[in-house]
């Protein structure tokens, strides 16, 4: 089990906002960034969110990411079609000395 | 415009090893750490280890301790990572991926491969 806990899937109708969220079951990510990636079918893993609110270029403001205490979360507004894809959040933790990564979510649209 | 294209991958018999290559181009890769995050068939990503821009820290997760190594020649400017013991569990894709940060390895992954396969037969 992950030390960062995503739900498995969600789902929402083109035009709305969803928000996934990504719980730390442990202390050990602390105040360490949270990063959130997408991962289309078939496709690399492509960043975008990091920092926990940073976007790199080219990533739609569609996508917003907030941290707050043992929580972060990915919100995506307005969603499209090619919105539909697994989306990880990850961060490093202190304790293991490792990167880890949430379990995924499937966003479905409707 | 970063590229990074893994080889090295293909089906190997358990017990056995196997050395995967990142060749990079587009940016100045001695100055950045570099991972590798693996992903099994129809199963999420998972860290797999970090090196920092110049070799001096690396760090694996706990399944893969002791059985790989991850190394980097910025001559060739090539990221490595050899596998050994293998199991059928570390059958997946192999993505190598670039850090934003050359030294601190908080720093997750930002740009990424195409990944290449790993098959491990018993």
């Known amino acids: 089990q992950s030390v960062l806990t995503q739900p498995p899937s969600e789902s929402a109708r083109p035009g709305q906002t969803v928000t996934i969220s990504c719980f730390r079951s442990?202390?050990?990510?602390?105040?360490?960034?949270v990063y959130w990636y997408q991962q289309l079918p078939g496709t690399a893993p492509k960043l975008l969110i990091y920092g926990h609110d940073q976007r790199p270029s080219g990533v739609p403001d569609r996508f917003s990411g907030s941290k707050s205490g043992t929580s972060a979360s990915l919100v995506i507004s307005g969603v499209r079609s090619e919105d539909e894809a697994d989306y990880y959040c990850a961060a490093w933790d202190d304790s293991l000395r490792a990167g880890v990564f949430g379990g995924g979510t499937k966003l479905t649209v409707l | 415009q970063a590229q990074l294209v893994e080889s090295g991958g293909g089906v190997v018999q358990a017990g056995r090893s196997l050395r995967l290559s990142c060749a990079v181009s587009?940016?100045?890769?001695?100055?950045?750490?570099m991972h590798w995050v693996r992903q099994a068939p129809g199963k999420g990503l998972e860290w797999v280890t970090v090196i920092s821009n110049d070799g001096g820290y690396k760090f694996y997760a706990d399944s893969v301790k002791g059985r790989f190594t991850i190394s980097r020649d910025n001559f060739r400017n090539t990221l490595y990572l050899h596998m050994s013991s293998l199991t059928a569990e570390d059958t997946a894709t192999y993505y190598c991926a670039r850090s934003k940060d050359g030294y601190n390895p908080k720093f997750l992954p930002h740009d990424w491969g195409l990944g290449t396969l790993v098959t491990v037969s018993s």
């Open positions: 587009g940016f100045t890769f001695s100055e950045y750490a």
């Open positions: 442990t202390s050990n990510i602390g105040g360490n960034y």
